[in-house]
């Protein structure tokens, strides 16, 4: 087990906006976060990453409480708003300054970003523009890819189809499908077919709770799709 929520609670004045019993997550799982707006997915997340204190309980991660260690994040990435990036910085410099973080040298960096050219469209790189210049759609794919360069064993991404044109969509739905068999994977989005498409395992989450927790198979979408429409 990679990663396990016990009794996690996030409460703010009279409102549970969080409150998962217990979840336990095996490496590898790629997980879809779905639910309406408002149900919790993005204080989940904030949680998971230490971002936000929660109320009450826990989150491990491999074992260890990632309020009381900083071993997380040594494997864990993630993107979840614009708020994760450096505004005053290039694309590229951004890269660059992550990369250092992981003893990448400008070089490793450079032959990374080779392999994002599809991703990025021509859009990214060598277009002399500060990151905050950028629509966010573009925004967002610098950190995904920043996210992804780490190679981390646990990444964790808010709605990372949201913003993206249709073919950026596809591509990254292909990028995160080829990613090594050992990253553990949570995805939050409202696209239910994204999510179905690329996850093995779906938590749905309403008012903070969650509701359902299976693995995906061929009728998850259906199933999701009648569930939200009622
Ligand atoms: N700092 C805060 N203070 C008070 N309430 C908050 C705060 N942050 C979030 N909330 C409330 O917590 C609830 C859950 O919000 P959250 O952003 O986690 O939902 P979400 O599932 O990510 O929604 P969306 O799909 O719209 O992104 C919402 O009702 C929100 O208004």
């Not at 997915?41 to 260690?69: A, H």
């Not at 938590?203 to 299976?214: A, H, P, R, S, T």
Request: charged fraction near 25%; include cysteine.
């Amino acid at each position: 087990m990679i990663l396990e929520v016990k009794n996690l609670k996030k409460v703010y004045g009279d409102k549970t906006v969080v409150n998962i019993e217990h979840v336990q997550i095996q490496p590898g799982e790629t997980i879809g976060l779905v639910g309406n707006n408002g149900a919790g997915k993005t204080t989940f997340f904030r949680m998971l990453l230490d971002l936000i204190r929660p109320t009450e309980g826990e989150v491990l991660s491999k074992g260890e409480n990632v309020m009381q260690s900083d071993n997380w994040k040594n494997y864990t990435a993630s993107f979840l708003d614009e708020g994760f990036l450096i505004d005053y910085l290039t694309p590229e410099e951004y890269f660059i300054f992550i990369g250092s973080l992981h003893n990448l040298s400008v070089a490793d960096v450079s032959s990374y970003l080779t392999q994002y050219n599809e991703f990025f469209n021509g859009e990214i790189l060598n277009s002399g523009k500060y990151i905050r210049d950028f629509s966010k759609g573009n925004q967002n794919k610098v950190g995904i890819a920043a996210a992804l360069m780490q190679k981390p064993e646990i990444l964790i991404l808010d709605e990372p189809f949201a913003n993206l044109d249709p073919t950026t969509q596809i591509r990254l739905k292909k990028l995160l499908k080829e990613h090594p068999g050992n990253m553990t994977t949570f995805i939050s989005s409202h696209d239910l077919n994204h999510v179905t498409d690329v996850c093995n395992r779906i938590i749905l989450v309403e008012k903070g709770i969650v509701i359902k927790d299976f693995k995906t198979d061929e009728n998850t979408l259906k199933e999701l799709e009648s569930y939200f429409s009622a």
